[in-house]
């Protein structure tokens, strides 16, 4: 079950949170590796698209906010768009759409900063937000001031924190094919003249955690290896219905209602040419198919259709 925790250090203004996703995570991998026009993403845009909704999850729930936080790479190499969206209620999904091919190993400028003009965007789009308004939006730079390329997800995020919002914060995060997992430590306004210190030593224990170690122990497991000596508070933890979880907007209805757009005429062409017709979600990979009795009761008066089985949203 995927989970996020909450902590803080008791006598150091410094807080933290950790998130490991698993089944959300495996429901992201899964659509898109079952999407026959897509297949699987290659593993380093997999392991990229883990680490920015572990990194999304992380950075949401820190704030006081309801509605989506978005991070949005628009890259100029063979990864166009990676998309991450975490709901304040920590709704979750991802998507990237590619326009080359990815090789084993890539780093993250070999996918989406070939050229040095990707960009990655952090928006929050609020529930209460009016149309015509328009959402928060910063820009989280790909390189560090000294004009190398930043080596991971983190990284920029690190940098982003500390440029636009002012925290000091470390993060640490790590995807494969099971998990997708992150670590944060953001130091609060402290008034205390030693909490540099406090700071630290914090960093340090966290930076000593290795990426198998990240993916692969539970919680307590972890937070008990890397901080066993520190008076360390914890919240309970957010699982199930209140934690992370996969949910897109897409439907069978959804899709049904899409093809009633396109029209009889078109639906039944490719029906006639492939045997079935198949819509597949934008975002999310999941396909939808529809065949020749589908397609009939699609077209179908509707006196004669069966009751939907489920309303459109
Ligand atoms: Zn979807």
Request: aromatic letters at 6%; glycine letters at 8%.
């Amino acid at each position: 079950m995927s989970e996020l925790h909450s902590f803080m250090f008791e006598g150091a203004p410094v807080r933290g949170r950790l998130v490991r996703l698993t089944d959300a995570w495996q429901q992201v991998l899964q659509r898109r590796a079952a999407n026959s026009r897509t297949g699987a993403w290659p593993p380093p845009v997999a392991e990229m698209l883990g680490q920015m909704l572990a990194a999304g999850t992380l950075m949401v729930s820190g704030l006081k906010f309801e509605g989506a936080l978005l991070l949005q790479i628009a890259g100029d190499g063979p990864v166009r768009l990676a998309v991450a969206e975490v709901q304040s209620d920590l709704r979750l999904r991802a998507t990237a759409t590619l326009a080359g091919s990815v090789p084993p190993g890539a780093t993250l400028a070999d996918m989406v900063n070939v050229h040095g003009r990707g960009r990655c965007a952090v928006t929050l789009d609020a529930a209460s937000r009016q149309p015509g308004q328009q959402p928060y939006q910063g820009v989280a730079a790909l390189r560090g001031a000294d004009g190398q390329p930043f080596a991971d997800v983190a990284a920029v995020i690190e940098h982003y924190m500390r440029q636009s919002e002012q925290l000091e914060t470390m993060l640490m995060l790590a995807a494969d094919e099971q998990v997708a997992a992150g670590l944060m430590l953001q130091r609060m306004p402290g008034k205390r003249e030693d909490s540099d210190e406090d700071w630290r030593r914090l960093v340090t224990l966290a930076r000593s955690l290795k990426r198998e170690e990240l993916l692969g122990l539970d919680a307590e497991t972890l937070l008990h290896r890397l901080f066993w000596q520190e008076k360390l508070l914890r919240f309970a933890p957010l699982e199930g219905e209140e934690g992370p979880r996969f949910a897109c907007t897409c439907s069978r209805a959804r899709a049904a209602q899409m093809l009633r757009g396109l029209g009889e005429e078109e639906v039944r062409a490719v029906l006639h040419e492939r045997g079935q017709v198949e819509v597949g979600c934008e975002f999310c990979g999941q396909q939808e198919r529809f065949d020749a009795v589908d397609v009939e009761c699609l077209f179908a008066p509707a006196a004669t259709q069966p009751p939907a089985p489920e309303t459109l949203q």
